[in-house]
Every structure is written in structure tokens, then in C-alpha cells.
């Protein structure tokens, strides 16, 4: 069973890194020091090009198998930080192709002063959004042109003065108030409920010392949680079983039944296959709870999930998941218990799922 759960962390973590978005650029002239992120301006549409900008590359940004509308923010960001590292500090926006997920831009230089109204921020994201005007201004010309016009001495001394006056330490600009990043984001909080046939995996024996084979029943699962990026998020998660016992072996019945319920925190991970696709595999710790007819316990416990999604609309989807329960509890008196053995009930699932994001 852990090498089943290793390897469906690993096929999860490969699929994370293979479809997260994809930078690549390319360079008309040789690399120029590296700039502050905070001090690369974002050209839209919309926007007039800084006087004596020159161009230096091109980047694109391949958004893979999400769409751009998903994580046009994130896209955008890859896409400054690409051209702080090659050493400019203006980003002409050129082309957003939401058929091939990818967005492509210029990466110029310009020794004029930085506007940082039109730096990275959550408000510059949602202009550029916003823009839909074709740019009449001339796209940057190559750095040896506007070299022409300005002298080499002039850019170099400028670049240094500039480099100089910030801060090594990114950080995000509103106006000149710093804030924190955020990403403009689609419904991100959430509730979820699971329903499915849960199956004891431990060992539970009867009188005669041997073990019972059939002990099958009926869960439900609860979560209550929020994405704080679009990978990644937290929830408080609950989990409640009933096990029905009824096995003859012989001239002997065994009838009874058990519960098993259990509340903790959980962290979760997200993955978008594609639009509407997705993963996510969540994992908690928290309290567990047993009772049958003779005896009731509080332990602690343990749960994890791997499921995939559908979305049939923005706010609700329908899925599948797969359940691994743990719990331990205090060993009742007379029940000798072997060195690093444990006293505790584990359970399995498969369950069916209903989600609501609001």
C-alpha cells in the first residue's frame, strides 16, 4: 500500500513540474545585466511605447494544457521575470493566443524613468486584461538602432545609475505602497462531500482469535477548504464510517457493528489536467473516534485522498476518489500488543463526489 501511495505522489509531483507554463526566449543581442523585476514596465495594447526603447529579445510563455484565462497572471509574471534576468526592463505584450495557450511579448531597454504604475501589481494585471485596442505605435526596433541615436556611454551609465538605486530584494507596487502579490483568481473556496462502500483494511479478530474476512460499509466524507493559489491549498476535513458485522464461520454467527469517525486539518494539491479536468490529492492529521456496543475511544488518525474532477460548470464539479484511513487507539486492558505494533482501525474507499467553489 505506501508503495502504491509513493507512487502516485511521484506520477502527481511529475505532472505538476511537466504541465506547469513553459518560458523560452530568445535574444537579439548579447545579455545585459540583470534588472530588478519590479522595474520592468508591461506594455499592452493600449499603451504607448517608452520613447527610446530598444529591443534586445523575445519571450514566449507556453501555458501548456491550461488556458490562458486560467493563469494569464502567473503567465505574465514568468514572462517579467524572464526579462528582468536578460536585462530589460520594458515587456511588449505582442500576442495573446488563447488557442495555443501561450502568451508572446518583446523584451526592450530604455534608459527613460520607470513608470511603475505600469509595473507588475494585481491592478496593472486587470488593465492589461482589459485591453482589446491594436497598438498603432511601432514595435521596439533592434538595440543597435536606438544605440545609434543614444550613446553607448549614456545607456551604460544610465543602466548602472539604475541598477544601483533599488533594492536586491523583488517586491510588488502599487503607486509606491508595497503589497504582496495575488493573483487574480477564479472561485477559490469550496465544499465537498464524498460518498462511497469503505472496506476495513486492518485486521479485526473475533473471540476464536481468528480474524474476520467481511467487513465492508457505508462512508461519507466532509471538507470544507480554500485554494490560496491555483495549486495549492488548505481545509478542515471529516470522515465518518459504519461497519455492519455479520459473518458464520461454522455453527458460530458474529453479529455486530462499528464506527469509526475522525475531524483534522488537511493540506491539499491541485492539478488542471486540462480546462475542466483536473487532480487533486489532499492529506490530514487530526482526532479519530471508534465505538461499538462495549467500548469507545478517541485516538488520533490519519486520511488521504487522490481524486480527479470534472467541472460542469465555474462553481460545481462531479468526481471520483480514492480514501486511505488510518487511526490509533489506546489498547484496551488485557490486549498484548507486539513491539511497534499498532491498535487501531485502517480503512479503504472508493466514493463518489459533489463539489461546490463559491
Given amino acids: 500500500m505506501n508503495q502504491i501511495k ?32 519590479n522595474y520592468v514596465m508591461i506594455i499592452g495594447a493600449a499603451d504607448e511605447l517608452p520613447a527610446g526603447t530598444g529591443a534586445i529579445g523575445h519571450v514566449v510563455v507556453n501555458g501548456r494544457s491550461a488556458s490562458v484565462r486560467k493563469q494569464y497572471g502567473r503567465m505574465v509574471s514568468l514572462a517579467v521575470q524572464e526579462t528582468a534576468r536578460k536585462g530589460g526592463n520594458v515587456l511588449v505584450i505582442d500576442t495573446v493566443d488563447a488557442k495555443k495557450n501561450s502568451v508572446k511579448a518583446t523584451m526592450g531597454l530604455t534608459k527613460g524613468q520607470v513608470d511603475h504604475s505600469l509595473t507588475l501589481s494585481p491592478f496593472r494585471l486587470d488593465q492589461l486584461e482589459a485591453m482589446t485596442a491594436i497598438r498603432r505605435k511601432p514595435a521596439p526596433v533592434a538595440i543597435e538602432e536606438v544605440a545609434e541615436v543614444l550613446p553607448e556611454e549614456t545607456i551604460l551609465q544610465d543602466t548602472v545609475a539604475l541598477q544601483e538605486d533599488v533594492a536586491s530584494t523583488d517586491r510588488w507596487y502599487t503607486d509606491d505602497a508595497v503589497v504582496y502579490p495575488k493573483i487574480k483568481k477564479e472561485k477559490d473556496v469550496f465544499f465537498k462531500m464524498s460518498v462511497g462502500p469503505v472496506k476495513t483494511t486492518s485486521e479485526v479478530y473475533a473471540d476464536d482469535g481468528k480474524p474476520l474476512s467481511h467487513l465492508g460499509g457505508m462512508g461519507v466524507a466532509l471538507t470544507y477548504g480554500r485554494f490560496a493559489s491555483s495549486s495549492w491549498g488548505w481545509g478542515l476535513d471529516s470522515f465518518f464510517s459504519y461497519t455492519d458485522v455479520n459473518e458464520t464461520r461454522g455453527s458460530r454467527t458474529y453479529k455486530g457493528s462499528y464506527t469509526l469517525g475522525y475531524v483534522g486539518l488537511c ?22 473516534y471508534y465505538n461499538d456496543p462495549g467500548n469507545a475511544q478517541l485516538g488520533f488518525g490519519s486520511k488521504a485522498d487522490l481524486g480527479l474532477e470534472l467541472m460542469l460548470t465555474d462553481g460545481f464539479g462531479l468526481g471520483i476518489e480514492s480514501v486511505g484511513f488510518a487511526s490509533s487507539f489506546s489498547a484496551p486492558s488485557g490486549v498484548h500488543l507486539e513491539k511497534n505494533e499498532r491498535y487501531g482501525y485502517d480503512q479503504s474507499a472508493w466514493m463518489l463526489t459533489a463539489r461546490y467553489y463559491f
Avoid at 26 to 36: H, K, R, S, V
Avoid at 267 to 288: C, H, M, P, Q
Wanted: hydrophobic share 50%; with cysteine.
Fill in 6 to 37: 509513493h507512487a502516485l505522489l511521484m506520477v502527481l509531483a511529475v505532472g505538476m513540474v511537466g504541465c506547469s507554463p513553459k518560458v523560452t526566449s530568445e535574444m537579439l543581442t548579447n545579455d545585459f545585466e540583470p534588472q530588478p523585476t
Fill in 267 to 288: 493540506g491539499i494539491l491541485r492539478l488542471n489536467i486540462v480546462e475542466k479536468l483536473r487532480f487533486d490529492l489532499s492529506l490530514g492529521l487530526g482526532a479519530a
